[in-house]
């Protein structure tokens, strides 16, 4: 199998060496034009400098929305007439894909809920939730840690933010994992195109639903204030209400899930940089730069996807009105133009001018959500762990091309009371 059909493989990205391929382009052919697997062939671009430039000149000379944010996850994904989950992403109907004003005009809606303020009025929910989750778990002294503290915490505060019934909230989950990695044998159900269909269709409806119930009522819950949305004096679509629903609901855990998990991951790898941040867990400073190398090593949204608007050069490459052109996220994060020693993951690296959360028109709404959480998490665990907790079997990744990580992390450590008894 060549290196361009690795790259677009799920498969690969579970049980390969991506980094190692992203990581020979990246010195040999930063803009190299790639035949993959898919129904045709785009442009990686692989340095952070090159990076900037596509996320800089968003609704300039790149369009997201023609194509969608991402490669399609194999080739019969990429047909709108099979694809529910393309057919919604080309036609604009989420915030994350769409261009010019309408793009803007969502973004307003939301801007104040996941600015640094109004994150911050949601501090005591986060708090709250992680509590609760680690007061469940810190006594067994063993738990599954990327599905029971990495990623149950951000799934509890986005379904408190949506107000979604705890009852459904497995069900929610078990979905956004079929349409995300839908070549992930755990979450099938059929074909990669059956599973991704019934994923999206599952959520979408689900999120539609709720909206227009919610509609013309006074909620403050992120559906409610989609469902009082105009674009234009219109309100917004069933499609638009639904899958606005399934992007906050993916965007507000996949991020915290796969940095927390990764980040705990290399320091149970190197126990000395868990021992020396728990002796400054009370340094806020020490605590979100450990935060921001998760970010950066995980580079949870391995890449995103633009479609070039006009003739353009990107290092000395050619590329035509109409190419498509994928930024690799996570190869930018690791570009040695940038980052000192990169392919060492260092809790205390500053500055770290990582992209995993993108720039510009297109930067991601809910960084500083992820960024809180994956803050006061790390305070807890620093505090109620003396000890780096240890690995007792494999990690396991995600089949995704588009949402890379960790899913599966068993590991053990001292039983404490939980943090409701301190």
Avoid at 308 to 325: P, Y
């Amino acid at each position: 199998m060549s290196d361009d059909v690795k790259i677009t493989s799920p498969a690969f990205f579970a049980s390969g060496d991506p980094m190692a391929i992203l990581a020979k382009w990246r010195k040999e052919e930063p803009v190299r034009w790639t035949e993959g697997g898919l129904s045709r062939g785009f442009w990686s671009l692989t340095k952070h400098a090159d990076a900037m430039h596509v996320f800089m000149n968003d609704n300039k000379a790149f369009s997201i929305q023609r194509y969608g944010a991402s490669l399609p996850q194999n080739a019969e994904m990429d047909d709108i007439e099979k694809s529910e989950f393309m057919r919604l992403i080309r036609s604009g109907a989420n915030l994350s894909v769409m261009d010019g004003e309408p793009h803007m005009t969502m973004r307003r809606v939301f801007n104040e809920r996941f600015t640094v303020g109004g994150i911050a009025e949601l501090e005591q929910l986060i708090r709250d939730c992680a509590k609760k989750i680690l007061s469940d778990v810190l006594p067994r002294g063993e738990c599954d840690f990327t599905v029971d503290i990495a990623g149950r915490l951000p799934l509890a505060v986005i379904s408190a933010m949506m107000d979604l019934p705890e009852s459904d909230w497995d069900d929610l989950y078990r979905w956004n994992n079929m349409s995300a990695a839908p070549e992930d044998p755990e979450w099938s159900v059929g074909t990669p195109l059956e599973t991704s269909q019934a994923g999206t269709i599952n959520l979408v409806q689900y999120c539609a639903k709720l909206a227009l119930e919610r509609r013309g009522g006074n909620g403050n819950d992120l559906l409610s204030a989609l469902a009082r949305t105009e674009i234009d004096g219109e309100p917004l679509s069933p499609d638009k209400l639904g899958f606005n629903g399934l992007m906050f609901f993916a965007a507000g855990h996949e991020t915290t899930r796969a940095a927390l998990s990764a980040a705990l991951l290399e320091m149970m790898r190197d126990p000395a940089q868990w021992r020396a941040l728990r002796e400054r867990r009370h340094d806020p400073a020490a605590v979100k730069a450990a935060a921001e190398e998760g970010v950066r090593w995980a580079s949870p949204l391995t890449h995103t996807l633009r479609t070039a608007t006009e003739d353009m050069v990107i290092g000395g490459q050619k590329i035509k009105e109409g190419d498509w052109v994928v930024v690799w996220i996570v190869s930018a994060n690791r570009d040695e133009a940038v980052f000192a020693n990169p392919m060492r993951f260092d809790s205390a690296r500053t500055p770290n001018n990582h992209l995993g959360f993108a720039i510009g028109k297109h930067h991601c709404l809910g960084a500083h959500l992820a960024r809180a959480e994956m803050r006061i998490l790390f305070e807890y665990l620093l505090e109620h762990m003396p000890d780096p907790p240890e690995l007792v079997g494999e990690p396991q990744m995600a089949a995704s091309t588009l949402f890379w990580g960790v899913k599966h992390m068993p590991i053990k450590f001292k039983p404490s009371a939980g943090i409701a008894a301190h």
